[in-house]
């Protein structure tokens, strides 16, 4: 992204603002910038653009795919002792690579990283449908693992250098858009795949709408700047400490003795501090950027936390079926969707909206712990739990667009892969580390015998913390002198 006039650098010339090939220098705030979607899709970047929301509807096609024929196959292949490995192996393998940094394994450029991540992605997936035996599973979810972790850090390096600051937070919400109709339709069409074709078609099949996504991401990869990180030394130190604390977290379930606890503690401490000194490290250590970036990982953590045990909350805390789990996933989606499409003008009428939305999600992640508790009359705690996490869903969309881009904001062109890097594996940690959290404290109480009830509402009081955490580092960040937001 060409930075606003800042330090001597000049603003990017009339032709780069329309939107061809590079971002476009914004005024004071961006005020001289239009924020409407047709002006975001205006160009060759908004034709990048389209391709890169195209692949990600089939991303999200694909994930949910594995997700639900992923038992089938397992039954099929004698795989249960391998089932926990391939679930986590993809999430390991990106998080590695983005700790390391992608442009240490492809700094050949956009399109060349393109084509690379494609191989690796369809190399995984043909790996996973032809698999005789369930390890072959597991090493197609380790390729495509690779594959994610370069393409991420590709995608978001084109929103950050090619859209101006107050573009970036709709360009970003529009990405939450492409995962609702797969979300809400896609476990029944994969399982009618699955019952005529077979699981492995049911996996094969998303993967065509992928390659088709990638290709017409590669007509423009071209115009994405791309510049190795500015980092001289890859952060494995702190990557192989993120991987062993996740490893503990999740081992603890498994712990005697009165280990777990422990564990699960020492394990979550671990990856939380590891994935903060990468953080800091791939920011070049800027304090307003990294705090940006460490409140980002902890909105992840809380929300895609507690998003991991809405099902748990409504069939085993509750009582009900899988038709009013449905409805309280979807109702969380169907929130965050939305707010995908947010207006413009919003942070000129609410603030800051990303303090806003974790304010949203703390109450929402509180409601859903007292929907779980004795207080509320049994009847009632079904509509305040799917209610709740329609507001955390609102939170989220709120919150998600606007931190997330605000990470890249006055953000000089070289430094971009980087904190584009930043972001995404922000992202992936955060999500790790509050599925660990979330899961991993239900599962534990379960094996002392403590009510599912009981269990997942402290489950969702935990995560209320961590979103709390995440708004104080948020305001801190706010309160950081102006003259110091912007940065190499």
């Given amino acids: 992204m060409t930075s606003r006039p800042r330090n001597g650098r000049p603003a990017a010339p009339a032709a780069t603002r329309a939107g061809t090939a590079g971002a476009?220098?914004?005024?004071?705030?961006?005020?001289?910038?239009?924020?409407?979607?047709?002006?975001?899709?205006?160009?060759?970047?908004?034709?990048?653009?389209?391709?890169?929301?195209?692949?990600?509807?089939?991303?999200?096609v694909h994930s949910i795919a594995y997700s639900s024929v992923l038992p089938l196959a397992s039954a099929e292949l004698d795989g249960s002792a391998l089932y926990g490995a391939v679930l986590t192996a993809g999430a390991f393998t990106t998080i590695l690579v983005l700790a390391i940094g992608p442009d240490r394994f492809a700094g050949i450029g956009p399109v060349w990283t393109l084509a690379v991540g494609t191989v690796l992605f369809l190399a995984g997936v043909a790996l996973a449908v032809t698999a005789q035996d369930m390890v072959w599973i597991l090493v197609g979810m380790v390729l495509r693992g690779l594959a994610g972790g370069l393409l991420v850090g590709l995608g978001l390096t084109a929103i950050g250098a090619l859209f101006e600051d107050a573009l970036r937070p709709r360009v970003m919400g529009l990405f939450a858009v492409m995962w609702l109709l797969p979300s809400l339709a896609g476990p029944a069409l994969n399982a009618a795949v699955a019952v005529a074709a077979g699981w492995r078609a049911a996996m094969?099949?998303?993967?065509?709408?992928?390659?088709?996504?990638?290709?017409?991401?590669?007509?423009?990869?071209?115009?994405?700047?791309?510049?190795?990180?500015?980092?001289?030394?890859?952060?494995?130190?702190?990557?192989?400490?993120?991987?062993?604390?996740?490893?503990?977290?999740?081992?603890?379930?498994?712990?005697?003795?009165?280990?777990?606890?422990?564990?699960?503690?020492?394990?979550?401490?671990?990856?939380?501090?590891?994935?903060?000194?990468?953080?800091?490290?791939?920011?070049?250590?800027?304090?307003?950027?990294?705090?940006?970036?460490?409140?980002?990982?902890?909105?992840?953590?809380?929300?895609f936390g507690g998003s991991g045990i809405v099902s748990l909350a409504v069939?085993?805390?509750?009582?009900?079926?899988?038709?009013?789990?449905?409805?309280?996933?979807?109702?969380?989606?169907?929130?965050?969707?939305?707010?995908g499409t947010r207006p413009p003008g919003l942070d000129a009428r609410v603030g800051d909206s990303a303090v806003l939305g974790l304010v949203v999600l703390c109450a929402a992640l509180a409601l859903c712990s007292l929907a779980l508790t004795p207080v509320l009359p049994s009847p009632t705690a079904l509509p305040v739990l799917v209610a709740a996490w329609s507001l955390a869903g609102l939170g989220m969309g709120v919150t998600y667009p606007r931190i997330s881009s605000q990470a890249m904001d006055d953000l000089a062109p070289e430094r971009v892969p980087a904190v584009a890097t930043a972001v995404a594996f922000a992202e992936t940690s955060g999500t790790a580390v509050g599925s660990l959290?979330?899961?991993?404290?239900?599962?534990?109480?379960?094996?002392?015998?403590?009510?599912?009830?009981?269990?997942?509402?402290?489950?969702?009081?935990?995560?209320?913390?961590?979103?709390?955490?995440a708004l104080l580092v948020c305001v801190r960040r706010r309160r950081i002198p102006a003259r110091h937001h912007a940065g190499p």
Avoid: K
């Fill in 315 to 339: 069939v085993d805390g509750l009582g009900n079926g899988v038709v009013a789990s449905n409805v309280a996933v979807g109702a969380g989606l169907l929130a965050w969707a939305v707010t």
């Fill in 24 to 60: 476009g220098s914004t005024g004071p705030r961006g005020a001289d910038v239009d924020v409407s979607l047709r002006a975001i899709f205006r160009g060759r970047r908004g034709r990048l653009l389209g391709a890169l929301l195209f692949t990600e509807f089939g991303v999200a």
């Fill in 204 to 303: 094969a099949w998303p993967a065509v709408v992928v390659l088709v996504g990638r290709l017409l991401v590669g007509r423009d990869a071209a115009i994405i700047p791309w510049r190795r990180s500015t980092v001289e030394r890859p952060d494995v130190g702190n990557a192989v400490a993120l991987l062993l604390g996740l490893v503990l977290a999740a081992s603890a379930p498994a712990a005697r003795s009165g280990w777990g606890v422990p564990m699960l503690v020492a394990g979550l401490a671990a990856a939380t501090v590891a994935s903060l000194r990468v953080l800091r490290v791939q920011v070049s250590g800027q304090r307003s950027r990294f705090l940006t970036t460490a409140s980002f990982f902890g909105l992840c953590l809380a929300f």
């Fill in 437 to 469: 959290l979330g899961g991993g404290t239900y599962s534990l109480a379960s094996t002392h015998a403590v009510a599912p009830t009981t269990s997942i509402g402290w489950a969702y009081l935990l995560l209320t913390g961590a979103a709390a955490a």
